[in-house]
Nanobody, 117 residues
Framework: QVQLVESGGGLVQAGGSLRLSCAAS????????MGWYRQVSGKQRELVGS???????TYADSVKGRFTISSDNSKNTMYLQMSSLKPEDTAVYYC???????????WGQGTQVTVSS
């Protein structure tokens, strides 16, 4: 069982930056997939970006060039650096780790990001 705790959300003005953190209760080294998702109330959860194995991160078109995923294995923590934020980035952000090819998946509790215009 892996527990994930997110932090770093908050209120920021358009054009600003935030860094979200996702701390895992155990090592994330070797996780099959690490990713960030977001969800607006009433809408489906969408993928923001992910890292599969040792591959380079991939991102949704809507955040490409503005968001960056990274991890620090020594701290068992994954990050989402968000820059040039827009009001449409407002959502609850979730981290997810898939430990193996077929799962299981572990989710964080979510952290609210609100971008004001």
């Amino acid at each position: 069982q892996v527990q994930l705790v997110e932090s770093g959300g908050g209120l920021v003005q358009a054009g600003g930056s935030l860094r979200l953190s996702c701390a895992a209760s155990t090592t994330i080294f070797g996780a099959y997939v690490m990713g960030w998702y977001r969800q607006v109330s009433g809408k489906q959860r969408e993928l923001v970006g992910s890292i599969t194995g040792s591959s380079s991160p991939t991102y949704a078109d809507s955040v490409k060039g503005r968001f960056t995923i990274s991890s620090d294995n020594s701290k068992n923590t994954m990050y989402l650096q968000m820059s040039s934020l827009k009001p449409e980035d407002t959502a609850v952000y979730y981290c997810k780790i898939r430990t193996g090819v077929w799962g299981p998946d572990y989710w964080g509790q979510g952290t609210q990001v609100t971008v004001s215009s």
